[in-house]
């Protein structure tokens, strides 16, 4: 398990511009050959209704750890305020760069 790494990449957004983007997940968990991207929120609810800013969040580092080790995260999770674990799907960042791109 890796406790705060520090994750970052970079995507174009013009024909010469790029941006550089950090994040800072609260865990890395090892499963298998893979690592499960995941973090810790105070809130009960991250849904699209309420925190949807949890779930973009968590999107981001999912991507900036593909763009960092060339393959997907196994999977994304938020452990919430109340104990449950909330899997997320991975999508490949493209909800969250869209928003990004807003």
């Known amino acids: 398990m890796l406790y705060q790494p520090v994750l970052f990449g970079w995507r174009n ?3 010469q511009d790029e941006d550089f983007l950090v994040g800072i997940p609260d865990l890395l968990i090892r499963e298998g050959d893979g690592y499960v991207v995941c973090d810790c929120k105070l809130t009960t609810n991250a849904n699209d209704q309420m925190h ?20 997907p995260p196994l999977r994304l999770e938020v452990i919430l305020g ?6 997320l799907s991975y999508d490949g960042g493209t909800k969250v760069l869209a928003v990004l791109d807003g």
């Open 13 to 15: 957004i013009g024909a």
């Open 52 to 71: 949807q800013e949890i779930l973009r969040q968590v999107e981001l580092y999912g991507w900036l750890y593909e763009q960092e080790f060339g393959i």
């Open 82 to 87: 109340d104990g449950s674990v909330q899997q």
